[in-house]
């Protein structure tokens, strides 16, 4: 089940209270949802949530609770407001904190030089939380993001960061469908992308076009809204020019819009297989994805029972016993760039 924009979360009603949330920061939507005084009504957590706006001050967060209403800590940030969840009712530690994300401004969500405004997108998805994260170990081999074998992909997950480098051709789906003169077709993506605790993914991105170079930073995010049911939020920004060129931002507002919906549609067909792929699999212990279900284990236990086998470094990096197949995979890639903007690798 899928169904896009879920304003109306407040009309719907968690089928379940379960024992436990990820501990985290999790994002709630764009501030500007949020921006009218009074009082905003959303599920998450198993419970109502209540988002507290007032004038000139930030807005406050407060979790139904039987008999009582306890408070979230809160802070905005660009454009965006984040929620703190512990089930031990915790404050949020400093370290964990989620980075600014580079050219947007915070304080009124306007355009910063040369990036566009959040491309912003919402859908309701019955799954459970820890499979949408799941997807940062298996962008690799899916079909629906990639056009080929990935020039180089690698998972890194240490302490609350949870990172994948990935660098490729890009799936058909991920294409600007701009039929503008000025549209162009993506050669090659660079990304890192990482999860800074449970809920919340960045993203920047380097798109290599054929007569251009084009950035973005993606927002993957998601707040359960009960055990199997959860909102999961993606959101675009594009850096074109600058100053950025008008018709280039036009181009970019497009290409937010299909990225947006290339994402959710590759994670929504990932969830939709992963009952029969998985039925009866158990992933070896050193596989990235048994790696991964470690680490986001830490955020489902109290912070004492957090053990190494968490949070200690792991890599997994792909294809780096073939000296020559990289090689080749990697003149290929310095032909490309050097052919249509002159980069070079480091």
């Not at 920061?25 to 009082?39: D, E, K, P, V, Y």
């Not at 910063?112 to 298996?138: C, D, Y």
Request: aromatic share 8%; proline share 7%.
């Amino acid at each position: 089940m899928v169904r896009v924009n879920p304003e109306q979360t407040d009309r719907y009603t968690p089928q379940a209270s379960p024992a436990r949330f990820a501990r985290g920061w999790h994002c709630l939507g764009m501030s500007r949802r949020f921006n009218t005084a009074g009082a905003h009504s959303l599920q998450a957590f198993g419970r109502r949530v209540q988002v507290q706006s007032y004038p000139d001050v930030s807005p406050r967060v407060l979790l139904d609770e039987p008999g009582h209403q306890r408070e979230l800590p809160a802070f905005e940030q660009d454009g965006l407001l984040f929620a703190w969840h512990d089930p031990q009712e915790n404050p949020p530690p400093a370290h964990l904190s989620i980075p600014r994300i580079t050219g947007h401004d915070a304080a009124n969500c306007a355009e910063g030089p040369g990036w566009s405004n959040w491309s912003w997108k919402e859908t309701i998805l019955t799954a459970q939380t820890g499979q949408v994260v799941e997807h940062l170990v298996r962008l690799a081999n899916s079909t629906h993001v990639t056009a080929g074998d990935p020039l180089y992909f690698k998972n890194v997950f240490e302490g609350h960061r949870a990172t994948q480098y990935f660098e490729g051709p890009l799936h058909h789906s991920y294409q600007l469908q701009e039929p503008a003169p000025q549209g162009a077709k993506i050669l090659l993506a660079n990304s890192v992308a990482s999860y800074f605790g449970p809920a919340v993914m960045i993203s920047q991105l380097d798109y290599v076009l054929e007569d251009r170079s084009l950035d973005a930073v993606v927002l993957t995010a998601h707040y359960p809204i009960d055990e199997q049911h959860l909102v999961l939020m993606t959101g675009v920004m594009v850096r074109t020019e600058q100053p950025p060129d008008p018709e280039l931002k036009a181009v970019a507002a497009g290409h937010s819009t299909q990225i947006l919906r290339s994402i959710t549609n590759a994670v929504h067909s990932r969830l939709q297989r992963s009952q029969d792929e998985d039925s009866g699999k158990i992933p070896g212990a050193d596989s990235p994805v048994a790696a991964l279900r470690r680490w986001y284990g830490q955020f489902f236990v109290d912070a004492y029972d957090v053990d190494s086998g968490m949070t200690d470094r792991f890599e997994y990096e792909v294809d780096t016993t073939m000296p020559m197949d990289l090689w080749t995979r990697s003149s290929a890639r310095n032909l490309i760039l050097r052919r249509v903007n002159g980069k070079q690798l480091a």
